[in-house]
Nanobody, 117 residues
Framework: QVRLVESGGGLVQPGGSLRLSCATF????????MGWYRQAPGKQRELVAT?????????NYATSVKGRFTITRDNAKNTVNLQMSSLKPEDTAVYLC?????????WGQGTQVTVSS
């Protein structure tokens, strides 16, 4: 059974940092393109960052997070991480992990990130 399990969310002050992790189960992780998306209340889901399959994955970032967030993958541990720094209140959202390969498209349940003083 395929599962994506996010962790690391929480409450952080503006300017702070958080590290999100997504552990995957039941997929051939190294073959999948991985991504982080987010959805704030009343807003559409939006792409945050993606990393392609393989050991030297190429990365892509939303303009709003470029230079502040870093996506990495660990193919030995079947995990993808999102290091977030210089957090802003507008980064508040549920962050979801995504795995894509050909027609396979899997999502985690999400982890809440709240940036507030």
């Amino acid at each position: 059974q395929v599962r994506l399990v996010e962790s690391g969310g929480g409450l952080v002050q503006p300017g702070g940092s958080l590290r999100l992790s997504c552990a995957t189960f039941g997929i051939l992780f190294r073959a999948y393109d991985m991504g982080w998306y987010r959805q704030a209340p009343g807003k559409q889901r939006e792409l945050v960052a993606t990393i392609t399959s393989g050991s030297g994955g190429s990365t892509n970032y939303a303009t709003s997070v470029k230079g502040r967030f870093t996506i990495t993958r660990d193919n030995a541990k079947n995990t993808v991480n999102l290091q977030m720094s210089s957090l802003k209140p507008e980064d508040t959202a549920v962050y979801l992990c995504n795995a894509k390969w050909r027609v396979s498209d899997y999502w985690g349940q999400g982890t809440q990130v709240t940036v507030s003083s």
